[in-house]
Protein backbone atom coordinates (compact mmCIF):
# COMPACT_ATOMS: atom_id res chain seq x y z
CA UNK A 1 0.00 0.00 0.00
CA UNK A 2 0.77 3.40 -0.76
CA UNK A 3 3.34 4.69 2.21
CA UNK A 4 2.15 8.20 2.01
CA UNK A 5 -1.09 7.04 2.63
CA UNK A 6 -1.59 8.71 5.99
CA UNK A 7 1.36 11.49 7.33
CA UNK A 8 1.80 13.62 10.71
CA UNK A 9 2.95 16.87 9.26
CA UNK A 10 6.50 18.31 10.61
CA UNK A 11 5.88 20.89 12.65
CA UNK A 12 8.70 22.89 14.14
CA UNK A 13 8.59 22.78 18.09
CA UNK A 14 6.53 20.09 18.25
CA UNK A 15 6.87 17.13 15.99
CA UNK A 16 10.75 16.29 17.80
CA UNK A 17 11.79 12.74 18.50
CA UNK A 18 9.93 12.31 21.95
CA UNK A 19 7.17 13.03 20.02
CA UNK A 20 7.11 11.08 17.12
CA UNK A 21 8.32 8.03 19.86
CA UNK A 22 4.50 8.63 21.40
CA UNK A 23 3.20 8.92 17.85
CA UNK A 24 4.50 5.60 17.17
CA UNK A 25 2.55 4.16 20.26
CA UNK A 26 0.04 5.11 18.71
CA UNK A 27 0.17 4.07 14.69
CA UNK A 28 3.07 1.83 12.83
CA UNK A 29 2.25 3.23 9.89
CA UNK A 30 1.78 6.78 9.90
CA UNK A 31 4.38 8.24 8.31
CA UNK A 32 6.50 10.86 10.92
CA UNK A 33 8.08 14.06 9.53
CA UNK A 34 10.54 16.10 11.64
CA UNK A 35 10.63 19.19 12.18
CA UNK A 36 11.86 21.41 9.84
CA UNK A 37 15.90 21.65 10.43
CA UNK A 38 17.70 23.98 8.31
CA UNK A 39 20.63 23.45 6.23
CA UNK A 40 23.22 25.23 8.39
CA UNK A 41 21.95 24.28 11.72
CA UNK A 42 22.78 20.33 10.24
CA UNK A 43 26.26 21.12 8.22
CA UNK A 44 27.09 23.44 11.05
CA UNK A 45 25.64 22.82 14.45
CA UNK A 46 24.59 19.92 16.62
CA UNK A 47 24.32 17.33 14.29
CA UNK A 48 24.27 14.72 16.21
CA UNK A 49 21.76 15.89 18.66
CA UNK A 50 19.49 17.21 15.28
CA UNK A 51 19.18 13.88 13.76
CA UNK A 52 18.74 11.45 16.32
CA UNK A 53 16.07 9.13 16.75
CA UNK A 54 15.12 5.53 17.77
CA UNK A 55 15.33 2.45 15.43
CA UNK A 56 11.73 1.92 16.39
CA UNK A 57 10.40 5.16 14.68
CA UNK A 58 10.43 4.15 11.00
CA UNK A 59 9.17 5.08 8.71
CA UNK A 60 10.32 8.76 9.60
CA UNK A 61 11.22 11.39 7.25
CA UNK A 62 13.61 14.61 7.51
CA UNK A 63 12.13 17.97 6.78
CA UNK A 64 14.96 20.56 5.32
CA UNK A 65 15.38 23.86 4.85
CA UNK A 66 17.64 25.72 2.45
CA UNK A 67 17.77 26.33 -0.85
CA UNK A 68 21.53 26.21 -1.50
CA UNK A 69 21.90 22.54 -3.53
CA UNK A 70 25.25 21.59 -2.49
CA UNK A 71 24.11 22.42 1.44
CA UNK A 72 21.17 20.32 0.71
CA UNK A 73 22.79 18.03 -1.01
CA UNK A 74 25.34 17.41 1.68
CA UNK A 75 22.38 17.77 4.04
CA UNK A 76 20.26 14.74 2.90
CA UNK A 77 23.47 13.00 2.71
CA UNK A 78 23.57 13.36 6.72
CA UNK A 79 20.17 12.19 6.63
CA UNK A 80 20.45 9.36 5.02
CA UNK A 81 23.53 8.10 6.90
CA UNK A 82 21.62 8.65 10.37
CA UNK A 83 18.76 6.37 8.92
CA UNK A 84 15.78 8.16 7.39
CA UNK A 85 13.33 7.08 5.08
CA UNK A 86 13.39 9.90 2.90
CA UNK A 87 14.61 13.71 2.94
CA UNK A 88 11.62 16.21 2.12
CA UNK A 89 12.11 19.96 1.25
CA UNK A 90 10.11 22.81 3.03
CA UNK A 91 8.54 25.20 0.18
CA UNK A 92 5.65 25.93 2.38
CA UNK A 93 6.87 27.86 5.99
CA UNK A 94 6.03 31.57 5.60
CA UNK A 95 7.88 32.93 7.98
CA UNK A 96 9.98 36.05 7.90
CA UNK A 97 13.01 34.38 8.91
CA UNK A 98 13.03 31.68 6.57
CA UNK A 99 12.05 34.33 4.07
CA UNK A 100 15.69 36.06 4.71
CA UNK A 101 17.13 32.74 4.46
CA UNK A 102 15.55 32.80 1.30
CA UNK A 103 13.95 29.25 1.72
CA UNK A 104 10.61 27.98 3.03
CA UNK A 105 7.49 28.91 1.05
CA UNK A 106 9.55 31.76 -1.23
CA UNK A 107 10.89 29.00 -2.75
CA UNK A 108 7.87 28.47 -4.99
CA UNK A 109 9.17 32.01 -7.28
CA UNK A 110 11.76 29.69 -8.32
CA UNK A 111 10.50 26.75 -9.65
CA UNK A 112 13.87 26.11 -11.53
CA UNK A 113 16.03 26.84 -8.31
CA UNK A 114 14.23 24.03 -6.45
CA UNK A 115 14.39 21.51 -9.52
CA UNK A 116 18.08 22.13 -9.30
CA UNK A 117 17.98 21.70 -5.35
CA UNK A 118 15.77 18.48 -6.01
CA UNK A 119 18.35 16.69 -8.37
CA UNK A 120 21.04 18.14 -6.35
CA UNK A 121 19.77 15.70 -3.02
CA UNK A 122 18.66 13.22 -5.17
CA UNK A 123 22.50 13.09 -6.89
CA UNK A 124 23.36 12.58 -3.23
CA UNK A 125 20.86 9.91 -1.46
CA UNK A 126 19.34 6.87 -2.67
CA UNK A 127 16.18 7.53 -0.72
CA UNK A 128 13.30 9.67 -1.62
CA UNK A 129 13.18 13.25 -2.38
CA UNK A 130 9.97 14.92 -1.56
CA UNK A 131 8.62 18.37 -1.60
CA UNK A 132 6.33 19.86 0.71
CA UNK A 133 4.57 23.31 -0.60
CA UNK A 134 1.53 25.58 -0.79
CA UNK A 135 -0.54 26.04 -3.96
CA UNK A 136 0.27 29.81 -4.23
CA UNK A 137 1.70 32.67 -2.95
CA UNK A 138 0.03 36.03 -1.50
CA UNK A 139 -3.46 36.70 -2.96
CA UNK A 140 -2.69 34.90 -6.61
CA UNK A 141 -4.93 32.29 -7.41
CA UNK A 142 -3.56 31.55 -10.53
CA UNK A 143 -3.75 27.24 -10.68
CA UNK A 144 -0.91 27.80 -13.80
CA UNK A 145 1.58 28.71 -10.99
CA UNK A 146 1.20 25.76 -8.57
CA UNK A 147 1.00 23.51 -11.88
CA UNK A 148 4.05 25.03 -13.47
CA UNK A 149 5.83 24.78 -10.37
CA UNK A 150 5.22 21.10 -9.83
CA UNK A 151 5.16 20.06 -13.58
CA UNK A 152 9.61 21.66 -13.35
CA UNK A 153 10.07 19.94 -9.81
CA UNK A 154 8.67 16.60 -10.94
CA UNK A 155 11.12 16.45 -13.82
CA UNK A 156 13.82 16.99 -11.68
CA UNK A 157 13.15 13.61 -9.79
CA UNK A 158 10.43 14.16 -7.37
CA UNK A 159 7.81 12.04 -7.50
CA UNK A 160 5.76 12.66 -4.11
CA UNK A 161 4.42 16.49 -3.53
CA UNK A 162 2.38 17.21 -0.44
CA UNK A 163 0.40 20.27 -0.55
CA UNK A 164 -0.81 22.18 1.90
CA UNK A 165 -3.73 23.47 0.49
CA UNK A 166 -3.65 27.59 1.45
CA UNK A 167 -1.50 30.21 -0.39
CA UNK A 168 1.33 31.71 1.62
CA UNK A 169 1.03 35.68 2.25
CA UNK A 170 4.17 36.26 2.57
CA UNK A 171 3.67 39.76 3.88
CA UNK A 172 1.19 40.79 6.38
CA UNK A 173 0.46 37.51 8.50
CA UNK A 174 2.16 35.49 11.60
CA UNK A 175 3.15 31.98 10.17
CA UNK A 176 0.16 31.29 12.18
CA UNK A 177 -2.24 33.44 10.75
CA UNK A 178 -1.46 31.57 7.35
CA UNK A 179 -2.42 28.60 8.49
CA UNK A 180 -5.94 30.28 9.13
CA UNK A 181 -6.67 33.03 7.25
CA UNK A 182 -5.59 32.10 3.28
CA UNK A 183 -8.46 29.95 2.26
CA UNK A 184 -8.59 25.83 1.94
CA UNK A 185 -8.89 25.05 -1.75
CA UNK A 186 -8.43 21.42 -2.36
CA UNK A 187 -9.80 21.32 -5.91
CA UNK A 188 -7.04 22.88 -6.56
CA UNK A 189 -5.00 19.95 -5.04
CA UNK A 190 -7.17 17.59 -7.00
CA UNK A 191 -6.43 19.35 -10.40
CA UNK A 192 -2.83 18.27 -9.45
CA UNK A 193 -3.44 14.72 -9.38
CA UNK A 194 -5.80 14.93 -12.36
CA UNK A 195 -2.71 17.38 -14.27
CA UNK A 196 -0.06 14.63 -13.09
CA UNK A 197 -1.90 11.42 -12.78
CA UNK A 198 1.45 9.50 -12.38
CA UNK A 199 2.89 11.50 -9.22
CA UNK A 200 1.58 10.97 -5.50
CA UNK A 201 -0.12 13.95 -4.14
CA UNK A 202 -0.78 14.14 -0.61
CA UNK A 203 -3.22 16.49 1.12
CA UNK A 204 -2.39 18.71 3.87
CA UNK A 205 -3.96 21.26 5.61
CA UNK A 206 -7.55 21.67 7.96
CA UNK A 207 -8.12 17.87 8.14
CA UNK A 208 -9.68 17.16 11.42
CA UNK A 209 -11.17 13.54 11.61
CA UNK A 210 -10.61 10.24 9.70
CA UNK A 211 -13.78 10.45 7.72
CA UNK A 212 -13.43 13.85 5.91
CA UNK A 213 -9.34 12.35 5.18
CA UNK A 214 -10.54 9.09 3.83
CA UNK A 215 -13.15 10.93 1.93
CA UNK A 216 -9.99 12.83 0.11
CA UNK A 217 -8.34 8.93 -0.68
CA UNK A 218 -10.61 8.48 -3.44
CA UNK A 219 -9.49 11.16 -5.49
CA UNK A 220 -5.66 11.37 -3.80
CA UNK A 221 -3.35 9.54 -2.83
CA UNK A 222 -2.30 10.30 0.75
CA UNK A 223 -3.26 12.83 3.85
CA UNK A 224 -1.25 14.71 6.02
CA UNK A 225 -3.01 15.75 9.38
CA UNK A 226 -0.68 18.53 11.64
CA UNK A 227 -2.76 20.21 14.16
CA UNK A 228 -5.42 17.43 15.09
CA UNK A 229 -2.74 15.05 15.43
CA UNK A 230 -1.11 16.84 17.97
CA UNK A 231 -4.02 18.42 19.53
CA UNK A 232 -5.82 14.87 20.21
CA UNK A 233 -3.24 12.34 19.58
CA UNK A 234 -5.56 9.70 20.22
CA UNK A 235 -7.46 10.24 16.29
CA UNK A 236 -4.07 8.29 15.60
CA UNK A 237 -5.27 5.10 17.42
CA UNK A 238 -7.40 4.76 14.09
CA UNK A 239 -5.14 4.80 11.57
CA UNK A 240 -4.08 1.43 11.00
CA UNK A 241 -7.00 -0.14 11.52
CA UNK A 242 -9.01 2.64 8.60
CA UNK A 243 -5.77 3.40 6.27
CA UNK A 244 -4.10 -0.23 6.18
CA UNK A 245 -6.99 -2.52 7.52
CA UNK A 246 -4.14 -3.48 10.65
CA UNK A 247 -4.06 -3.67 14.41
CA UNK A 248 -3.53 -0.35 16.20
CA UNK A 249 -0.03 -1.11 18.77
CA UNK A 250 -1.53 -0.74 21.58
CA UNK A 251 -5.72 -1.35 22.59
CA UNK A 252 -5.62 1.77 25.43
CA UNK A 253 -4.75 4.98 26.39
CA UNK A 254 -3.40 2.99 29.71
CA UNK A 255 -1.50 0.44 27.27
CA UNK A 256 0.29 3.81 25.64
CA UNK A 257 0.99 5.27 28.44
CA UNK A 258 2.78 2.40 30.15
CA UNK A 259 5.13 2.27 27.18
CA UNK A 260 5.70 5.83 26.90
CA UNK A 261 6.58 5.61 31.20
CA UNK A 262 9.39 2.76 29.60
CA UNK A 263 10.56 5.43 27.51
CA UNK A 264 10.60 8.09 29.89
CA UNK A 265 12.35 6.26 32.50
CA UNK A 266 15.19 5.33 29.95
CA UNK A 267 15.33 8.76 28.46
CA UNK A 268 15.84 10.69 31.72
CA UNK A 269 18.18 8.53 32.65
CA UNK A 270 20.10 9.61 29.68
CA UNK A 271 20.10 13.31 30.67
CA UNK A 272 16.43 14.46 28.86
CA UNK A 273 14.10 16.73 30.59
CA UNK A 274 11.00 14.38 32.00
CA UNK A 275 8.75 17.66 30.55
CA UNK A 276 10.11 17.15 27.09
CA UNK A 277 9.27 13.85 26.94
CA UNK A 278 5.88 14.49 28.43
CA UNK A 279 4.58 17.36 26.44
CA UNK A 280 3.84 15.61 23.14
CA UNK A 281 1.01 12.97 25.61
CA UNK A 282 -0.58 16.12 27.55
CA UNK A 283 -3.68 15.73 24.76
CA UNK A 284 -4.23 11.84 25.44
CA UNK A 285 -7.15 11.81 27.20
CA UNK A 286 -8.81 14.93 25.75
CA UNK A 287 -12.72 14.86 25.20
CA UNK A 288 -12.78 12.29 28.33
CA UNK A 289 -13.31 13.26 31.90
CA UNK A 290 -10.49 13.81 34.06
CA UNK A 291 -8.34 15.02 30.54
CA UNK A 292 -7.74 18.69 32.21
CA UNK A 293 -6.39 17.34 35.54
CA UNK A 294 -4.29 15.36 33.35
CA UNK A 295 -2.70 17.99 31.16
CA UNK A 296 -2.35 19.96 34.24
CA UNK A 297 -0.55 17.48 36.13
CA UNK A 298 1.87 16.82 33.41
CA UNK A 299 2.28 20.49 32.43
CA UNK A 300 3.06 22.22 35.91
CA UNK A 301 6.93 22.80 36.14
CA UNK A 302 6.90 22.80 40.01
CA UNK A 303 5.78 19.02 39.89
CA UNK A 304 7.76 18.62 36.87
CA UNK A 305 10.72 19.84 39.14
CA UNK A 306 9.52 17.84 42.09
CA UNK A 307 8.15 14.47 40.58
CA UNK A 308 9.82 13.95 37.49
CA UNK A 309 8.81 10.57 35.83
CA UNK A 310 6.43 10.17 39.26
CA UNK A 311 4.70 13.10 37.61
CA UNK A 312 3.55 10.50 35.19
CA UNK A 313 1.79 8.99 37.89
CA UNK A 314 0.65 11.60 39.90
CA UNK A 315 -1.20 12.46 36.38
CA UNK A 316 -3.01 9.75 36.01
CA UNK A 317 -4.31 10.59 39.65
CA UNK A 318 -5.22 13.50 38.70
CA UNK A 319 -7.10 12.51 35.87
CA UNK A 320 -8.15 9.26 37.89
CA UNK A 321 -9.83 11.33 40.51
CA UNK A 322 -12.14 13.20 38.20
CA UNK A 323 -13.26 9.54 36.88
CA UNK A 324 -11.43 9.74 33.91
CA UNK A 325 -9.44 6.10 33.97
CA UNK A 326 -12.63 4.05 34.22
CA UNK A 327 -14.67 5.42 31.67
CA UNK A 328 -11.88 5.83 28.88
CA UNK A 329 -11.07 1.87 29.36
CA UNK A 330 -14.82 1.67 28.70
CA UNK A 331 -14.92 3.68 26.16
CA UNK A 332 -12.30 1.97 24.37
CA UNK A 333 -13.82 -1.18 24.62
CA UNK A 334 -16.86 -0.27 23.21
C1 LIG B 1 3.47 24.69 15.38
C2 LIG B 1 3.59 24.39 13.91
C3 LIG B 1 4.84 24.27 13.33
C4 LIG B 1 4.98 23.96 11.98
N1 LIG B 1 6.22 23.75 11.46
C5 LIG B 1 6.35 23.32 10.16
C6 LIG B 1 7.60 22.91 9.66
O1 LIG B 1 8.62 22.88 10.35
N2 LIG B 1 7.65 22.53 8.34
C7 LIG B 1 6.54 22.52 7.54
O2 LIG B 1 6.63 22.15 6.37
N3 LIG B 1 5.35 22.88 8.02
C8 LIG B 1 5.22 23.25 9.32
N4 LIG B 1 3.99 23.53 9.82
C9 LIG B 1 2.80 23.41 8.94
C10 LIG B 1 2.23 21.98 9.02
O3 LIG B 1 3.16 21.03 8.55
C11 LIG B 1 0.95 21.88 8.19
O4 LIG B 1 1.27 22.14 6.85
C12 LIG B 1 -0.11 22.87 8.64
O5 LIG B 1 -0.24 22.88 10.06
C13 LIG B 1 -1.47 22.52 8.02
O6 LIG B 1 -1.90 21.24 8.42
P1 LIG B 1 -3.00 21.04 9.59
O7 LIG B 1 -4.16 21.91 9.22
O8 LIG B 1 -3.34 19.57 9.55
O9 LIG B 1 -2.37 21.46 10.86
C14 LIG B 1 3.83 23.82 11.16
C15 LIG B 1 2.56 23.93 11.75
C16 LIG B 1 2.44 24.20 13.12
C17 LIG B 1 1.05 24.29 13.71
Avoid at 141 to 148: A, N
Amino acid sequence: MNPHRFCVAPMLDLTDRHCRHFHRQLSRRARLYTEMVSTGALLHGPRERLLRFDETQHPVVLQLGGSEPRALAQAARFGERAGYDEVNLNCGCPSERVQRGAFGACLMAEPALVAECVRAMRDAVSIPVTVKHRIGLDRVEDYGFVRDFVGTVAQAGCEVFVVHARNAWLAGLSPRENRTVPPLRYGTVVDLKRDFPALTIVLNGGLRDHDAALAHLARLDGVMMGREACENPWILAEVDGRYFGEAAPHANRDEVVEAMRRYLLREVAAGEPARAVLRPMLGLFNGLPGARGWRRALSAPALLAAEGPRTLDRALQAMRAAGGGRRARTAELQ
